[in-house]
């Protein structure tokens, strides 16, 4: 019997509160898991290359991350839509465990940049299906009540990944900012065995390799042309253009392909939907200017107030406040009102009103004031993220439910990675032209621009020149930010042509009895056999 003679099984099997609540701690442990090793790691640089060596090496520990968890994003959302999310989404957990242990025993610089590269893969999977199992189990119009808290978790991590890679390098082992996953990642694995029952519908289905090959190698070429592009490597080198111009071939192929696979990675069909397309647009461009321009904000900290890793992360928990009290207040009224379309908008208007107060910081600016700044730039954030993966899970069929929801999220990866590295040229580019008007000839520190990514080497200088240089960076900063105004001015514009539909509830879809509680994960029979379907 094929799929469509069973369009009851097509359907969500939206579970309980309780139930629910059981599920969503272990879905919050494995996103928060992959959110602080996006982060934890970079405060114990410098003591892990002490150790190992390889500063040659050192860029390709975070590369690595990067381009395994971004480039495997939209496969976790299509495989899972078709072998189901609970044994996928296992595997991930297993894949990011056994990386994070590895990586924590490594001998050399390579084998920690091949582990990070695993840890990556698994990481790009706990962060797809968290939100495509939420769409799975939560009606969307009871959603808001719930996605608050995830957003609230990756808040967290940005916080607390930088002071945790602090404190475990000061006071254990830069090896336990891997260790420590190990455990945490056991208890997920446990809760979400035990509990994750979500029905899933067999059907016949072929994997589209030939389109994974192409956008894996594709936003893989990107990612290392941004990543190198004025840092390793001068961006019209010919390393960086063959780069960019083997990720535009291969995009291009890709997107051809996608249009006669037949069981395409990233159905272009999607693209039709004009919310997914809008919501998409809106994500890349909101991760362009946050990624862009928030991750100078611990750099501003540790330069300018010369704080230690660890006080950095503490002096941002104002921006965590304001993610978590406006992503919990928006999905509640969501809940309540059943209506989204003013939370990005009022949250792209917010950002945006907040990156240009961060304009303004100066050397002087008190830590009262720009806790403020920092509070208003996370409130932004905090009203825009989880609604627009709500928005595209609402509007698409259940089927797509985790390739739309994955390649939501891949499309703000991308818009970030791509706002990191446009930033941080400005900021290298404007720091290297205000040292050489602020500073006598000769008097420059080495490295120009680069003296921005070392605050201690500033914190070394003679008082005269230390100001100056000082002075130089709070300028430059001031550029970065300007620039991501009317980048987010996009983001603004783009929110009004977000359509709004009505969001469903639990009479609104089919939900098959079998599959109502968590006891069970057991479907009507779906062939000849009159075997049930488990996964």
Do not use: C
Request: aromatic share 10%; glycine share 12%.
């Amino acid at each position: 019997m094929t799929s469509s003679a069973q369009p009851a099984a097509t359907g969500p099997a939206y579970m309980t509160h309780r139930q629910i609540l059981v599920v969503l701690y272990g879905l919050m442990l494995g996103m928060l898991l992959a959110a602080l090793d996006q982060t934890i790691v970079s405060t114990a640089l410098p003591t892990i290359v002490g150790e190992l060596g390889g500063l040659n090496q050192l860029s390709w520990v975070v590369t690595a991350y990067l381009l395994t968890s971004t480039a495997a994003t939209p496969l976790y959302g299509k495989i899972s839509d078709l072998y189901g999310r609970r044994p996928v989404y296992i595997f991930a957990i297993v894949v990011f465990v056994a990386g994070s242990m590895l990586a924590g025993m490594s001998q050399t610089m390579w084998q920690l940049v091949a582990t990070r590269a695993m840890q990556g893969l698994g990481a790009g999977g706990l962060m797809a299906l968290t939100f495509a199992i939420i769409g799975d189990i939560i009606p969307p119009r009871e959603r808001g009540r719930y996605t608050g808290y995830f957003t609230g978790v990756w808040g967290l991590a940005s916080v607390a990944g930088p002071l945790l890679g602090g404190f475990f390098t000061e006071h254990l082992s830069w090896r336990w900012i891997f260790y420590i996953n190990v455990p945490l990642g056991v208890v997920a694995l446990v809760v979400v065995n035990a509990v994750l029952h979500v029905p899933f519908h067999r059907r016949e289905h072929s994997i589209d390799y030939l389109g994974a090959a192409l956008i894996v190698g594709g936003v893989s070429s990107l990612l290392l042309a941004l990543v190198w592009g004025g840092e390793r490597y001068a961006w019209g080198s010919a390393t960086i253009v063959s780069l960019l111009a083997t990720a535009a071939l291969l995009l291009i192929v890709f997107i051809f392909w996608e249009g006669r696979a037949t069981e395409p990675i990233l159905p272009l069909r999607l693209f039709h939907n004009s919310i997914f397309s809008m919501t998409s647009a809106v994500g890349f461009v909101v991760g362009t200017a946050m990624f862009g321009a928030i991750v100078f904000i611990p750099i501003y900290l540790r330069v300018v107030d010369g704080v230690t890793p660890t006080k950095a992360g503490l002096l941002m928990l104002p921006l965590m406040v304001g993610i978590i009290v406006s992503s919990i207040s928006s999905g509640k009224a969501t809940t309540v009102t059943g209506r989204y379309k003013a939370f990005p908008i009022a949250g792209t208007g917010l950002l945006g009103i907040g990156i240009f107060l961060l304009s303004r910081l100066d050397v002087d600016t008190p830590a009262w004031l720009y806790s403020i700044y920092f509070f208003i730039v996370g409130a932004g954030l905090g009203l825009v993220m989880q609604i627009l993966v709500l928005a595209v899970q609402n509007a698409v069929d259940f089927r797509d439910m985790g390739v739309a929801t994955s390649s939501s999220q891949f499309f703000r990866s991308m818009g970030g990675t791509i706002g990191t590295a446009i930033f941080g040229t400005i900021l290298a580019n404007r720091l290297a032209h205000n040292l050489a008007d602020r500073l006598p000839a000769g008097a420059a520190p080495a490295g120009g621009g680069d003296i921005a990514k070392s605050p201690e080497r500033i914190a070394a200088l003679p008082p005269g020149i230390k100001a100056d240089v000082i002075g130089a960076f709070v300028d430059a900063l001031h550029t970065v930010f300007l620039a991501a105004v009317p980048v987010i001015a996009v983001a603004f514009v783009l929110s009004f042509f977000i359509k709004e539909l009505p969001l469903r509830g639990h009479s609104d879809g089919p939900r098959p009895e079998a599959a109502a509680g968590p006891e069970t994960d057991e479907l009507p029979a779906d062939d000849a056999s009159g075997a049930p379907i488990t996964r």
